[in-house]
């Protein structure tokens, strides 16, 4: 991995910080850190930070199980840690540590800007004790807006990591047969974006067969797929701690007629939508927009799935939603969450795909049509 294009990404915190004379952020969690340091973390440690100075390199602070892999991965040279009451080991508390790191760099009376609500409680409260006479300020939308326009390197890694998710919509449509099962149909799959360069995936792909309604966060099992059923398949692969998100929705044979008069209708939409999502537009008179045109073809949306989110190293602004109002830049991305509902029919589309806002014309960083796709029955 090139971790030269970590730094610079921290470099683009740092600069800001001096710009704004705060003398240093804590960012604590995951796709924050991991922007400004391109390491992966192990969720269950829960203790890990980075510490990024407007005047010096970055801090890394890790549970000493991530610090002996960390001390031969990435840029960043000084790696603290600490350590749990384990096999008889005299613990230190990542608090503990914490302190004795921002002491070191004299910051009794500096500027330190955190991620509000994102940091820890207790971290909150402890530089509110251990440091009274420093000023602590929210900087969440710093790191947001820092975050949320990329530059090109970050774009480039981007469409590579959403052609994972296209090559892995392709073996749905070669290996979906009656009799599959979930699992097996994922694992095709994924062993698809591993060949082509997929590290992890954020949260696990996912497959519902035969569910009309069709919700996310339905992990795959051994239900098997049977003839004309609608189904829902979500990948999240991950490259250079950068991802994709693509949910879609499939019909393994004919749909029903009142399904594809739906489809048909949602097909029509998303052009319109596309052709809203450019510099200067608001995310939410788009987001209003959207529920009166459902409301206009005759389906209304009872607004219980967002429109759309940031993407990059995790989920970012901006969200479309009613209480948030953000304006579209040039190169941000979008994870535009295209939604239809028949409530009388109890169907449900759903089509997920990545793009970047332009000054010219919107980029599809998702190649796969933008519709309904039918496959036919072997």
Same mark, same amino acid.
């Given at each position: ?45 829960? !203790? ?166 069709? !919700? ?5 099992? !051994? ?44 097909? !029509? ?110």
């Amino acid at each position: 991995m090139n971790y030269s294009f970590f730094r610079r990404n921290a470099e683009k915190v740092r600069a800001e910080l001096r710009k704004r004379g705060i003398d240093v952020m804590i960012l604590t969690h995951q796709q924050k850190y991991s922007y400004v340091s391109g390491n992966f973390h192990n969720d269950f440690n829960l !203790g890990n930070c980075i510490f990024v100075w407007a005047d010096q390199e970055p801090t890394l602070l890790v549970a000493i199980a991530e610090w002996r892999r960390l001390k031969y991965e990435g840029y960043i040279k000084d790696i603290r840690f600490w350590k749990s009451p384990y096999s008889g080991m005299e613990p230190v508390s990542f608090l503990e540590v914490a302190n004795q790191i921002l002491h070191e760099h004299d910051c009794e009376q500096a500027t330190i800007a955190v991620e509000l609500p994102s940091i820890p409680y207790r971290l909150y409260h402890d530089l509110e004790t251990e440091f009274p006479r420093a000023t602590i300020v929210d900087g969440e939308k710093m790191i947001n807006d820092i975050m949320m326009i990329k530059d090109e390197e970050e774009l480039e890694i981007t469409r590579r990591v959403c052609a994972m998710g296209d090559a892995a919509q392709q073996k749905i449509i070669e290996y979906a047969r009656v009799g599959i099962t979930e699992a097996e149909l994922m694992g095709h799959c994924e062993q698809e974006m591993r060949r082509l360069g997929a590290t992890w995936y954020y949260t696990p792909n996912q497959c519902n067969f035969g569910a009309r309604i069709g !919700g996310g966060d339905h992990l795959p099992s !051994g239900k098997i797929l049977r003839r004309n059923d609608v189904f829902y398949t979500d990948f999240h692969p991950v490259w250079h701690e950068y991802r994709t998100d693509t949910f879609r929705t499939w019909c393994f044979g004919e749909p029903s007629r009142e399904f594809r008069k739906m489809t048909d209708t949602i097909e !029509g939409i998303i052009p319109e939508l596309n052709a809203k999502l450019v510099p200067g537009a608001s995310t939410k008179e788009i987001e209003h927009w959207y529920h009166d045109r459902l409301a206009q073809a005759g389906y209304p949306d009872n607004g219980s799935v967002p429109l759309g989110h940031g993407i990059g190293t995790g989920h970012l602004p901006p969200y479309f939603m009613d209480d948030e109002d953000v304006t579209l830049k040039p190169n941000t991305l979008i994870s535009v969450n295209s939604h239809i509902y028949d409530l009388n029919e109890d169907f449900a589309f759903t089509l997920e795909y990545i793009v970047c806002v332009k000054e010219r014309k919107l980029e599809l960083l998702t190649k796969f049509p933008l519709g309904l796709v039918c496959i036919p029955i072997k």
